[in-house]
C-alpha cells in the first residue's frame, strides 16, 4: 500500500459528521457545518500553507499508485449511503426546523465536495468505469449536466467571456451564482445537441436527454420510497450542494482573464489564469482541488501529482475562509481586487 494516499482519506471525517447529524438532534445536528466553515477556515488561518512539489521520481511514483484511485472510488457508494441515511432520517416525526435545515445543509455538503467535486475528478477520465462513476456522483448532486459543460465547454473557455463559468471582475458572488447556474445548463444542451447532431444520431442519444430522464428516474425513485415530501428535502440538499460548488467555481477564477489574440481566439489557458490555495488541509479533504491552476493547465494530471506554479495567483486563504469572503462582496472586492491588480497585471 502506497502510504502517502492515507492523508486522503481525512475526507472520511465528513461522512461520519455527516452520519452523526442524520441521527442526532439539537446543536449537534450541526456539527458538520461547523465542521466545514468554523473549523477548517480557522486551522487554515494558523497552520501554514505550503507550495512543495515533489521530485520526478516520486510524483512518477504516486501517479501509477492504484491506491489513489482507491480513495477515489470508496467515496461513490458512501455518498449514496450517506443520501439513504439523510432520506430516511427526515422521515423522523417531529423534529424541528433547526434540525431539518442542519441535516439539509450537512447532505449539501456532502453534494458539493463529493457528489460534484469526486465527480469532477473522475469525469476528466477516459475509461468506461471512471466515466460511470463519475455520473454516478453527479447524479446524487442533481447536476449531470457539469459532465458535459466542464469538460468540453469550461477547460475551453475558461477566463472568457465565453464562459459562465468564470467570475467576472466586480461581479458578486450572488450574481454570478444565477448567471453560472443559466449559463453553464444552457451550454450543455448546446454541446450535447451539437454532438448529436454530427454524429448523425436521433434524439434519444442526445446526452442532456439522457441525463435528464436519469435524474428524472432517480427522484422518481425517491418519492417510491419515501414520498414528495422528502424528495423536496433532497432537492433543497442538491441545491445546497450546487450553490456551496458554484461558489467554489466563483473564487477560482474570480476576475482573471486570458488575452483575445484575434478571430475569437483566446491565448493558452496558464497558471496565471486560476486562484490557487495550498492550504493542506483544504486540498486534502477536497482532493487537490486547491491547486486548480495545474488542473486547467493539464487537465490529464490526477489529483495526487498536481503541482504548484510559482505564476499562480494565491488566495487569501484556504476554500473555505474564501468563500465566507465572498459572501460578503465589499469585503471580498477590497481584497481580491488589489491582488489581481498586483498579481495578474491588471
Known amino acids: 500500500m502506497n502510504w502517502k494516499a492515507i492523508k486522503y482519506t481525512l475526507p472520511l471525517t465528513l461522512f461520519v459528521n455527516a452520519l452523526v447529524s442524520f441521527r442526532a438532534t439539537g446543536w449537534q445536528v450541526w456539527t458538520t457545518v461547523l465542521v466545514a466553515f468554523l473549523v477548517v477556515p480557522l486551522l487554515e488561518l494558523v497552520l501554514p500553507a505550503s507550495p512543495r512539489n515533489m521530485t520526478d521520481d516520486v510524483e512518477e511514483k504516486i501517479a501509477r499508485s492504484s491506491w489513489f484511485n482507491v480513495c477515489l472510488y470508496l467515496m461513490v457508494p458512501l455518498q449514496f449511503i450517506a443520501a439513504y441515511s439523510f432520506l430516511h432520517s427526515m422521515q423522523q416525526p417531529d423534529i424541528s426546523v433547526s434540525d431539518r435545515v442542519g441535516r439539509i445543509l450537512a447532505m449539501g455538503l456532502l453534494c458539493g465536495i463529493f457528489g460534484i467535486n469526486v465527480g469532477h475528478e473522475l469525469g476528466h477520465r477516459v475509461s ?175 489529483y495526487q501529482v498536481l503541482r504548484h506554479h510559482d505564476d499562480a495567483p494565491q488566495l487569501p486563504t484556504g476554500y473555505a475562509g474564501s468563500m465566507l469572503l465572498a459572501a460578503v462582496p465589499p469585503l471580498w472586492f477590497s481584497i481580491m481586487n488589489k491582488r489581481i491588480k498586483e498579481k495578474a497585471g491588471r
Open 128 to 302: 468506461p468505469l471512471n466515466q460511470f462513476l463519475s455520473r454516478c456522483m453527479l447524479l446524487s448532486s442533481l447536476y449531470m449536466h457539469f459532465n458535459i459543460d466542464h469538460n468540453k465547454g469550461h477547460h475551453k473557455n475558461v477566463a472568457t467571456p465565453l464562459d459562465p463559468g468564470s467570475a467576472r471582475y466586480n461581479e458578486s458572488l450572488y450574481h454570478f451564482i444565477i448567471r453560472m447556474q443559466l449559463g453553464t445548463y444552457r451550454v450543455a444542451w448546446t454541446i450535447a445537441t451539437t454532438d448529436q447532431r454530427k454524429n448523425g444520431k436521433l434524439f434519444i442519444y442526445n446526452r442532456m436527454f439522457q441525463f435528464t430522464l436519469l435524474e428524472l428516474a432517480y427522484c422518481s425513485l425517491i418519492v417510491l420510497l419515501f414520498g414528495w415530501l422528502i424528495l423536496g428535502y433532497y432537492i433543497l440538499s442538491a441545491l445546497s450542494g450546487i450553490i456551496l460548488f458554484q461558489a467554489v467555481s466563483y473564487i477560482q477564477h474570480y476576475g482573471l482573464s486570458r488575452k483575445a489574440t484575434g478571430e475569437g481566439r483566446y491565448e493558452r489557458v496558464m497558471p496565471r489564469h486560476s486562484w490557487d490555495s495550498d492550504h493542506i488541509l483544504g486540498r486534502l479533504i477536497l482532493f487537490e482541488l486547491g491547486r486548480h491552476s495545474d488542473h486547467h493547465y493539464l487537465a490529464s494530471r490526477r
